[in-house]
Nanobody, 121 residues
Framework: QVQLVESGGGSVQPGGSLRLSCASS????????MFWYRQAPGKEREWVAR?????????SLEDSMKGQFTIARDNAKSMVYLHINGLKPEDTAVYYCNTVIWTSGSKYEYWGQGTQVTVSA
């Protein structure tokens, strides 16, 4: 079965950096686009970045996130990463890995359990 397992979160000071990881299994990783989302306390989940199966990337253009995030993938390891620079308290959130798989005409969306990022002085 499809599994996505995030790791790499933690508590950091403002201005710090983190690399989040998502280990994927149960599907042909290299064939699928991968996504990162985040959900801050009391807010809706929001899209952060995606990386296509081809390696092309898109990152959120929200002012609060512009220029901070870099998504990358390692198909040999079935891993997707999210590098976060210049962390701010408002980046405090649970960060989730996501993929969408179409099978027999049906869409299946998969989420990891999330990894907590806390930014405070």
């Amino acid at each position: 079965q499809v599994q996505l397992v995030e790791s790499g979160g933690g508590s950091v000071q403002p201005g710090g950096s983190l690399r989040l990881s998502c280990a994927s299994s149960g599907f042909i990783f290299s064939n699928y686009d991968m996504f990162w989302y985040r959900q801050a306390p009391g807010k809706e989940r929001e899209w952060v970045a995606r990386i296509l199966s081809s390696g092309g990337t898109d990152h959120s253009l929200e002012d609060s996130m512009k220029g901070q995030f870099t998504i990358a993938r390692d198909n040999a390891k079935s891993m997707v990463y999210l590098h976060i620079n210049g962390l701010k308290p408002e980046d405090t959130a649970v960060y989730y890995c996501n993929t969408v798989i179409w099978t027999s005409g049906s869409k299946y969306e998969y989420w990891g359990q999330g990894t907590q990022v806390t930014v405070s002085a």
